[in-house]
């Protein structure tokens, strides 16, 4: 079974940057599409990125299509967030998941692994 870990999240004001990092560790999550999630309070879960085994292929969600950059360290078992330019629209708890798949998807019922969330928070 596999286990996953976020860190790096916080509070950061309008403009600025965050990493955040999911580790995984039991069951190999190697070989499977992993991605990111966003739960802001009051609003349902929201797609956010997704990656490849590999890293050669990616998906966003529109809402962060070039500020936020998905990526994974197979060495590491390690996957990444980095968010640039933040808005205050971002904030929200933000979760990293795993599929049983090959191909990036947006799909929430497609992940079967979840971490417990870091909080992002930016001030306006």
């Known amino acids: 079974q596999v286990r996953l870990v976020e860190s790096g999240g916080g509070l950061v004001q309008a403009g600025e940057s965050l990493t955040l990092s999911c580790a995984a560790s039991g069951r190999t999550f190697n070989n499977y599409a992993m991605g990111w999630f966003r739960q802001a309070p009051g609003k349902e879960r929201e797609f956010v990125a997704a990656i490849t085994w590999s890293g050669g292929s990616t998906y966003y969600s529109d809402s962060v299509k070039g500020r936020f950059t998905i990526s994974r360290d197979i060495a590491k078992n390690t996957m990444y967030l980095q968010m640039n330019s933040l808005k205050p629209e971002d904030t929200a708890l933000y979760y990293c998941?795993?599929?049983?798949?090959?191909?990036?998807?947006?799909?929430?019922?497609?992940?079967?692994?979840w971490g417990q969330g870091t909080q992002v928070t930016v001030s306006s």
């Open positions: 998941a795993a599929t049983r798949l090959l191909v990036v998807t947006y799909y929430t019922g497609n992940y079967y692994a």
